[in-house]
């Protein structure tokens, strides 16, 4: 089992920035590749960002390129989402994951764990 608690949301004027975490606990953080994803009201749940066990290789949605960047640090069975330049339509709450992974360069393609969710209110 993993628990995942996710923090850093709020309320952002359209432009600004907000850094999202999500700790850790329980089996070893360091043998799970992470993701986030984000539910706006009336929308599915979507991919946002993914990270790989080693920290090597990541992914984003087209949404998110260029924006968004997500980072982890295993010292500290923590990932980071670093958001710039938010948008409106960036407003959701914003969900981290966990998938156990057999490499550590493999990004996770079935998340298996998540947390309770972190409200982003991006204001224009």
């Known amino acids: 089992q993993v628990q995942l608690v996710e923090s850093g949301g709020g309320l952002v004027q359209a432009g600004g920035s907000l850094r999202l975490s999500c700790a850790a606990s329980g089996r070893t953080f360091s043998s799970y590749a992470m993701g986030w994803s984000r539910q706006a009201p009336g929308k599915e749940r979507e991919f946002v960002a993914a990270i790989s066990l080693s920290g090597s290789r990541t992914d984003y949605a087209d949404s998110a390129k260029g924006r968004f960047t997500i980072s982890r640090d295993n010292a500290k069975n923590t990932v980071y989402l670093q958001m710039n330049s938010l948008k409106p339509e960036d407003t959701a709450v914003y969900y981290c994951?966990?998938?156990?992974?057999?490499?550590?360069?493999?990004?996770?393609?079935?998340?298996?764990?998540w947390g309770q969710g972190t409200q982003v209110t991006v204001s224009s």
């Open positions: 994951a966990a998938a156990p992974v057999s490499s550590r360069n493999q990004l996770a393609n079935n998340y298996v764990y």
